[in-house]
């Protein structure tokens, strides 16, 4: 399945540049950015687009969510994060240089965790420290690894998230990485805040949150730089903020699931987990 890029529509002609999307801004001109302007467009998508701006984030931070509906949210997620690693190690097969791969080696070894014997690092990887989110929520982590429970949109948006890195240009599945800009920031509110409203949850429960503070600054860095470097024609500068929202799509429309499933109007489809409870 290809999940198509998002691609800029026609300039509103009552609009002045500083209030247009960042995909109506790139239509707006056809001259090259400088890598100062591409990266403050790609960062005016992330304001307009981050996941962190959901109504089922929203409420998660307000302490508006049931118990059964913060598990349906830890379930989901996993299929996402148990790609991760996937999704770099398809990126990292696509590149004919040592030094890239070395760097973005290190993206697989943060999720799965380093090799015995292996030192640096963390100990565990982010796939096992969201496997302790979910028990710290109820679950039962064999039924998360599963991911048979997950709900059909949940799986379509990560496969699809596998196949554009996998079959767009190395531009797009790198610039496709950049929500990593804007995560720090949604962490830097959920943890306090989930800390605050649920008291079944622990900072160890949250523990997968803190080494991607330091995690995805460094990634995002280094993605970045290359988008900046690689993206030298108006139209490559296009592509390269049409993944971005691409994959902000895929994300808000996660939760779009989530919240047709689990919130309103609660329509769980068949064989998706149903919170303890439920009918």
């Known amino acids: 399945m290809n999940a198509p890029l998002a691609t800029p529509g026609p300039m509103p002609s009552d609009r002045p540049v500083a209030a247009l999307s960042a ?22 998508v992330g304001a307009e687009r981050y996941h962190m701006h959901h109504p089922f984030h929203r409420l998660m931070n307000a302490g508006g969510l049931t118990r059964g509906q913060m598990q349906a949210w830890a379930l989901n997620r996993y299929c996402y994060q148990a790609a991760i690693p996937r999704k770099d190690a398809i990126i990292l097969s696509r590149s004919d240089d040592p030094a890239f791969r070395r760097e973005w080696r290190k993206r697989i070894v943060d ?29 039962d982590v064999d039924r998360v690894v599963s991911q048979r429970y997950a709900l059909p949109a949940t799986r379509f948006a990560v496969g699809a998230y596998l196949d554009l890195v996998a079959s767009s240009s190395m531009l797009v599945a790198v610039a496709s990485s950049l929500t990593e800009l804007f995560s720090p ?54 592509d390269a903020i049409g993944a971005l929202i691409t ?33």
């Open 185 to 238: 920031i949604a962490i830097g509110e959920r943890v306090p805040a989930m800390l605050a409203r649920y008291d079944y949850i622990t900072e160890e429960t949250l523990s997968y949150f803190t080494p991607r503070l330091h995690q995805a600054p460094r990634d995002a860095e280094h993605a970045l730089a290359l988008v900046t470097a690689w993206a030298d024609t108006p139209d490559k500068q296009r």
């Open 111 to 139: 999720h799965d965790g380093p090799a015995d014997g292996e030192h640096g690092g963390e100990k565990d990887g982010g796939i096992k420290r969201w496997l302790k989110l979910a028990e710290g929520v109820g679950l």
């Open 247 to 279: 994959k902000c799509d895929i994300l808000w429309a996660m939760l779009d699931a989530l919240h047709f499933a689990y919130v309103e109007p609660g329509l769980v489809p068949p064989g998706a987990f149903r919170p303890a409870g439920t009918d």
């Open 23 to 44: 995909a109506d801004f790139m239509a707006a001109t056809d001259r090259l950015l400088t890598p100062a302007e591409l990266e403050a467009a790609l960062r005016r």
